[in-house]
């Protein structure tokens, strides 16, 4: 992928940093991450195919063209997406920004995680660069659709780690999943789980939390974290890579607080959870009722 991606939200069609306003319409500008706590939001429906086409987002080049016309196709999710893209790929206290030409729309996004160095400033994303940008994305996936705060660690492209301190694993001392693979590449999004988990539990997240393999599409589901996923230090609390189906990608890991995780028989009925005769959260008698 060509790094006029975020270059194009510089110049071109776009708006140049230093004369953004207060009149600068937001895809999710109140979404925040400091030291690693981000904040989740991007539905499953903007990891879709047609919320990240490859007609105007592709491996093979991105002229500002292109980006503009992606942009007016996947008009119901590419605001959202891109603030999500933004988030992941340009360091904090950034901000990019982009006016459509077919709505006059203007948009600015904030950065924060800085996986991407050097597609962030303009030149072509590397493969780890898309391999981390891709796990950050699905990382930030939530079936329901739902802002939750998480934790979110692991490295950037280029081997820095991201920041966390000691009260942000104790805040959020829910260990989650782990995330990696390729979107840009059609090479599949995979997440699998970074704690034990049974039928009688359910998550405000969904996708890295689950038995199915199939919950979150286009995030596939594999497993365990610990079958497929390495840590570079065993006391660091990220995993560093994935392997699956013979490809290694850089990976991030998740942690959520205790209150995102639900148990059938805890004497509520959650929103995850159903009617029933069981003891399962598709199926809680003692927490919904038969």
Request: with cysteine; charged share 10%; proline share 4%.
């Amino acid at each position: 992928m060509t790094g006029a991606l975020l270059a194009l939200v510089g110049c071109g069609g776009a708006m140049p940093e230093d004369a953004l306003g207060a009149d600068l319409a937001s895809a999710d500008q109140a979404q925040q991450v400091a030291n690693g706590l981000s904040t989740n939001g991007l539905s499953t429906n903007g990891l879709s195919t047609n919320g990240l086409s490859t007609n105007g987002l592709s491996t093979n080049g991105l002229s500002t063209n292109g980006f503009n016309d992606w942009f007016a196709q996947n008009a119901d999710t590419a605001p959202t997406l891109m603030a999500y893209i933004v988030k992941c790929a340009v360091p904090a206290g950034q901000t990019r920004t982009f006016q459509s030409p077919t709505t006059g729309v203007k948009y600015t996004w904030q950065g924060s995680l800085g996986l991407a160095p050097g597609w962030a400033s303009g030149i072509p994303a590397t493969v780890p660069e898309q391999q981390a940008v891709s796990a950050c994305l699905a990382a930030h996936a939530n079936k329901y659709g739902l802002h939750i705060a998480l934790s979110v660690l692991g490295r950037t492209a280029a081997g820095a780690a991201v920041p966390y301190s000691a009260e942000e694993l104790s805040q959020f001392s829910a260990k989650e999943a782990c995330f990696f693979g390729n979107l840009f590449t059609n090479e599949g999004l995979f997440a699998a789980r970074d704690r034990d988990f049974s039928t009688a539990e359910s998550s405000t997240r969904a996708c890295g939390l689950t038995l199915s393999a199939d919950t979150c599409a286009p995030i596939t589901n594999i497993g365990s974290c610990a079958q497929f996923c390495t840590k570079g230090d065993p006391s660091q609390p990220y995993y560093t890579q994935c392997t699956y189906n013979g490809k290694t990608y850089p990976a991030i890991t998740t942690r959520v607080q205790p209150t995102e995780l639900f148990r059938c028989g805890d004497g509520v009925c959650q929103f995850t959870e159903h009617a029933g005769s069981g003891t399962t959260a598709d199926s809680c008698r003692a927490d919904c009722g038969a």
